[in-house]
């Protein structure tokens, strides 16, 4: 991308800012405020997926801010949903709460006022961690203090019209019978057994009965209470196909993302939006799921066995996580912790490009927004996360961070309270999950003779200063440039292109035999993989 032609920091999100500036100046719209929204539900723990629409979101906001538009970021939370199954962490006799509205469900750990409140809060710390700055709202205050009331008048109204459209549209024929409004049932306190018979615009009251429903292929008897639900209190809430609609109108909202498994929803909302509610719908971007690593749409009703964002930062800083989010929105992603070393080191590649100012700036400019634009202003000590991780794997057990710190500072790296948050990061990861696989590497033929002396002589060394003199003869004698050779070591040892003075850390660190066998694997062909 041309200098005189990038847009913000030149990533995808400052061309995203960019067309959604354009399409609010052909819309004619005030652009006082271009506001973003992400929402979250609160019927289970938070994961990564249902993360990454916020940090997104927050991202898209920031890029506003960044070419001279005042931007801010709704976070709402969907907590009149009702708990639709109980996840694996919850105790099974929260059964008893199924299909309640997950705000007037009770903390299964008694250590807040619900349990929309108990997932709320770890959103909210995670939000904090990632350094994400939203205004909350929380779907039971927005009903309770009928700021949807207009909204929700004028969809009711006309929900004839809108029934039809979404059977067009979605195939989907249920609210051709009913309203597409779920009161709560005043005697069973349950959300989606009661049907919305008919609305009084004049009373804003809406009718139902407490008839039942089917959901995930299990029958829930309604209780048969019959009443009346106020529109302008959480008497109950709008369906997911038109509350969108309501949100965007009301909270006047300009971009909003969303995942493909809610297409259908969207194509509805957007037309709503604009034919019912006189609002133009705001910019979308679909992206696709985050898969677990069995391939898996991640679920929060499977629980905190999902890899969390709290589990994510044991092993890994919050800007490598927010670095996995914004290095593209399309395309389906499989999240594993096994990602976690390579995000780490490449976001520190990353920060030195932009501080050199080289690099392509659709990459480099990440590195700003995985900061949230408040990038460190010295740059951090470059150590390999595979490094760390390694090194950890050969500690004493009890002295992990003593034994790790010794050798850092024998390699001569400077160890401030940066490394040392990453050496517990690395640390946690070896527990856990051992060392990180290193990429194959494969070499020419040239290279492949020098890399098979050096194995030799690896295998040969008592003296780290005679292998380290060795290693540069071989270089000249085989008529390699000696930091390219080192390079090419670096990587079949510890998949980095750069690292401790080499000999020293064959001998007394990595050891001799593994770092022979390593060695031989390649001069003797073994990897199948291509270096860069």
């Keep these: 991308m041309a ?6 920091l030149g990533t995808w999100i400052d061309k995203l800012a960019w067309e959604i500036i354009e399409r609010e100046k052909q819309l004619g719209r005030n652009l006082e405020n271009i506001r973003t929204e992400a929402g979250i539900a609160a019927s289970g723990f938070i994961h990564i997926g249902s993360l990454s629409d916020s ?6 906001s920031l890029a506003l801010k960044n070419l001279g538009y005042s931007s801010d970021m709704i976070q709402f939370a969907d907590d009149m949903d009702g708990l639709r199954s109980v996840p694996a962490e919850i105790p099974k006799e929260y059964e008893k709460h199924l299909l309640k509205p997950v705000s007037l469900i009770p903390d299964p750990f008694n250590c807040h006022e619900s349990y929309a409140e108990h997932m709320e809060t770890m959103l909210l710390d995670t939000l904090a961690k990632t350094g994400v700055e939203s205004k909350f709202y929380r779907g039971f205050h927005v009903y309770s203090s009928g700021l949807l009331k207009n909204q929700i008048s004028k969809i009711l109204e006309n929900a004839k019209t809108i029934g039809e ?7 989907q024929q249920k609210f051709l019978e009913s ?4 009161p709560l049932c005043a005697s069973c306190g349950r959300i989606y057994t009661t049907h919305a018979e008919s609305f009084d615009p004049k ?10 429903v089917s959901i995930k292929k299990r029958w829930f008897e309604g209780c048969g209470y019959e009443g009346e639900a106020d529109i302008s209190r959480a008497d109950g809430k709008l369906s997911w196909k038109v509350e969108w609609a309501a949100r965007w109108a009301a909270l006047d909202v300009r971009f909003e993302a969303y995942g493909k498994d809610l297409a259908a929803s969207v194509k509805v909302n957007d037309w709503v939006s604009e034919n019912i509610l006189g609002y133009k719908p705001p910019k979308h971007v679909q992206y696709e799921l985050f898969l677990d690593e069995s391939r898996r749409k991640i679920s929060k009703s499977k629980g905190v066995s999902v890899f969390t964002p709290h589990e994510w930062f044991k092993y890994g800083s919050p800007q490598s996580l927010v670095l996995l989010f914004l290095k593209r929105i399309k395309g389906t992603r499989v999240i594993s ?10 976001l520190d590649a990353l920060g030195e490009q932009y501080r050199r100012n080289t690099g392509d700036p659709r990459r480099t400019g990440l590195y700003v927004y995985a900061y949230m634009f408040n990038p460190p202003q010295k740059p951090l000590t470059k150590i390999s996360y595979s490094l760390l991780v390694f090194l950890a794997s050969i500690a004493p057990e009890g002295k992990e961070i003593e034994f790790v710190v010794s050798r850092l500072k024998r390699y001569g ?3 401030d309270e940066e490394v040392l948050r990453r050496v ?3 640390i946690n990861y070896q527990k856990v999950f051992g060392r990180p696989e290193v990429k194959p590497v494969v070499v020419d033929d040239n290279m492949r003779r020098a890399v098979d002396e050096v194995a030799e002589a690896v295998r040969n060394a008592s003296n780290p200063d005679t292998l380290q003199t060795t290693i540069f003869e071989i270089a000249r004698r085989n008529m390699i440039n000696p930091p390219q050779l080192f390079q090419t070591l670096y990587r079949i040892l510890i998949g980095q292109d750069s690292g401790p003075r080499l000999a020293p850390f064959i001998i007394e660190d990595y050891g001799v035999e593994r770092a022979y066998e390593a060695l031989k694997r390649v001069s003797q062909g073994l990897y199948t993989a291509k270096t860069d």
């Design 3 to 8: 200098e005189r032609n990038r847009i913000g």
């Design 55 to 60: 940090v997104r979101a927050y991202a898209v």
């Design 165 to 171: 459209k979404i059977s067009e549209l979605t195939g």
């Design 179 to 182: 309203l597409p409004y779920f």
């Design 203 to 212: 009373t804003g009251r809406v009718h139902y009965v407490c008839k039942g």
């Design 337 to 346: 912790p096994q990602l976690i070393p390579a995000l780490m080191d490449e």
């Design 413 to 415: 790296y400077k160890v």
């Design 424 to 426: 517990e990061y690395a």
